[in-house]
């Protein structure tokens, strides 16, 4: 049951009001232009007709004089065939004529001619009949002339009646046009006059409530939870006016009882975001700064008070660090730092503070609210990383010289005294032997790795071929693996780019990971080595068929001492991925493995092309 006093209903009345008015003028316009093309369809169809009638016949009446005169003048001996053709034509446009007499006076016109085209016919054919003489101009001119030009003149008449008729015709049509066009504009303007006001008149009927509703929005916002809006009536807007009453009403209530805990909650946050030992500074999407903690104050020497609601650039002068914090906001999602890229360092007295720093976005649903970031103090954990180093090279550097001397004992035993030896005594010399190698060999990765983490390793950068790091390694494995019984294989292009590299540890890191490669693949098995390139780096790859890396192991395959538990475990140190990645890194490249249980391993490591690598 439609309620006349809905806001609904009053929407509808007034629009559809408006919609039916549209109506009834489209009709109206549709209706006089029917009107004026019926007018049109008849001057076209009534008058038309009559005058290319009346065309016609002038014509065919003109073509048979023109063949009597040729017979009377001696240019046709006999009349032609054809008089008498266009006589039946002259006829069956005289039929049309007399179908379509539709204008006072039209019929006496065409009966006239009728009665004159008779005349016209039985004197030329009487005058045909006669020989020819000096009597036939004659006969022609006092009696066939006279004819022929009142049978043309009936005829010129009929069209110019016509004509004239289609004229006024024309001009009523016009003047139809022109009175429709007039009432249709009226009709418009007084339409469009009445719309205004009506539309005016509605929008003040349904903008009042809404208006009062909007300030009162305003001023609950605002925190007057004391507003309300008039409801009454039964429409949608009193009820829409009812229910936010009710809505400022719970508002208030809640009001009065949340605010305390939310005060207390915002104190607690507060006081733990004080007291944590880290770093914390929060920022706002707008890259603001809404919360700092005084260790985050500290380590960047701000006054809290003084950061807050500030861009986070301007205040920390980190350029690294807003734009990790602007990328968690954009995307919502934490920055993925490379090793050692996490690390902030400052200056604090006469030496420099690291802190480890995370970049954490803060979601509420699909929206970004702020971006927290991390710092936890690292600085004693670098220095005993720094002391660790430093007593690992000195050691190694301490060990280096008793155990070369040790192994110039032993091999001079070997050398000298074997014959005095038992097979026991020689055995153990030839044990000793092979420790004291695997010792030195210790010592020496030991001393090298410490080298490259202290940054004393000398590296001599240079323009590199790519296959000249290739060759070096197959004539240094190439033996290895043919006495192992393995096959080794190259794939170096030679459309491949130089690249910045020390050409000697490029190669060390290469053999290295052969030799590996050799150890674990069967015999039988095939060892690949392939460089492409991809970008700004060329990409050397070693696979190998072996039976490949637990998955346990990968993640920490390049870590130190870190050896996989096998049947082919060599006993060696865990040093050598080690030093391979940090001699990779050095060169500004990263080294990885992708292997499978029992489907063989591959390692890749990359290098800058020698025209993209950055100098120095």
């Known amino acids: 049951m439609i309620q006349l006093h809905s806001f609904r209903t009053r929407i509808l009345l007034g629009y559809g009001a408006g919609i039916l008015v549209l109506a009834v003028v489209f009709g109206w316009a549709v209706a006089n232009l029917l009107t004026l093309g019926r007018a049109s369809d008849l001057i076209l169809r009534e008058n038309y007709a009559s005058i ?122 016009q003047e139809q046009a022109v009175r429709a066009t007039w009432r249709m504009l009226v009709a418009g303007v007084a339409m469009i006059l009445g719309g205004l006001v009506a539309s005016i008149m509605l929008s003040r009927r349904l903008a009042q409530p809404v208006e009062r509703m909007r300030a009162a929005a305003e001023r609950l916002g605002e925190g007057d939870y004391e507003v309300e809006v008039p409801a009454e009536g039964s429409d949608e807007l009193s009820q829409l006016g009812a229910q936010f009453n009710a809505m400022a009403g719970r508002l208030k209530e809640f009001h009065d009882l949340n605010i305390g805990q939310i005060l207390a909650e915002k104190h ?66 934490p920055p993925r730092l490379a090793e050692d890229e996490d690390i902030l360092s400052v200056p604090r007295g006469e030496g420099q503070a690291h802190y480890k720093f995370s970049v954490i976005p803060v979601r509420a649903g699909a929206a970004v609210i702020s971006v927290v970031l991390l710092l936890r103090d690292v600085t004693r954990l670098r220095e005993l990383d720094r002391l660790k180093t430093e007593f690992v090279m000195t050691a190694s550097h301490e060990l280096r010289t008793p ?114 490669a050799l150890r674990h693949t069967p015999k039988g098995g095939h060892v690949r080595v392939a460089a492409g390139r991809a970008g700004g780096f060329v990409h050397l790859s070693v696979a190998d068929d072996g039976e490949g890396i637990p998955l346990e192991y990968q993640a920490k395959i390049f870590d130190k001492f870190v050896q996989v538990k096998s049947d082919k475990t060599s006993g060696g140190s865990g040093l050598g991925l080690a030093i391979c990645k940090e001699i990779v890194r050095a060169h500004g490249g990263t080294i990885w493995v992708e292997s499978a249980p029992g489907r063989g391993a591959t390692f890749t490591f990359t290098l800058p092309v020698a025209e993209y690598a950055p100098q120095g």
């Not at 004080?274 to 985050?296: F, K």
């Not at 004393?456 to 033996?479: H, Q, S, W, Y």
């Open 52 to 173: 290319l009638a009346a065309e016609n016949m002038l014509a065919t009446l003109e073509r048979q004089d023109s063949q009597l005169l040729y017979v009377l003048l001696g240019i046709e001996s006999t009349p032609p065939a054809g008089f008498m053709d266009l006589s039946g034509d002259f006829h069956q446009w005289l039929a049309r004529a007399k179908d379509n007499v539709t204008v006072a006076g039209e019929s006496g016109i065409v009966a006239a001619i009728e009665a004159g085209y008779q005349s016209f016919l039985s004197t030329a054919d009487r005058l045909l009949r006669e020989p020819s003489g000096p009597g036939a101009a004659a006969s022609y001119k006092d009696g066939v002339r006279p004819l022929f030009h009142q049978v043309r003149a009936d005829c010129i008449r009929l069209r110019e009646v016509n004509q004239k008729t289609m004229v006024e015709a024309s001009a009523s049509a």
């Open 268 to 333: 607690k946050t507060e006081a733990i975001l004080q007291s944590v030992d880290d770093g914390l500074l929060v920022v706002d999407p707008e890259l603001r700064i809404t919360g700092v903690n005084p260790m985050a104050a500290s380590v960047f020497g701000l006054a809290p008070d003084s950061a807050l609601d500030r861009p986070v650039e301007e205040v920390l002068g980190q350029r690294r660090i807003a734009d990790l914090l602007r990328l968690a906001a954009q995307t919502g999602t």
């Open 403 to 516: 155990l070369t001397s040790i192994g110039l004992s032993i091999d001079l035993l070997l050398d000298k005294a074997a014959d005095k030896l038992s097979e026991r005594e020689r055995e153990l010399l030839a044990i000793a032997h092979e420790d004291v190698a695997r010792l030195k060999a210790l010592v020496t990765e030991l001393l090298d790795l410490s080298k490259i983490e202290a940054g004393r390793l000398e590296m001599d950068f240079a323009r590199v071929p790519v296959g000249l790091i290739c060759e070096k390694a197959a004539t240094a494995m190439g033996a290895q693996a043919g006495e192992s019984g393995r096959e080794l294989s190259f794939a170096c292009g030679g459309d491949l780019p130089a690249v910045r590299a020390d050409a000697n540890k490029i190669t060390w890191v290469l053999v290295n990971l052969v030799g590996n």
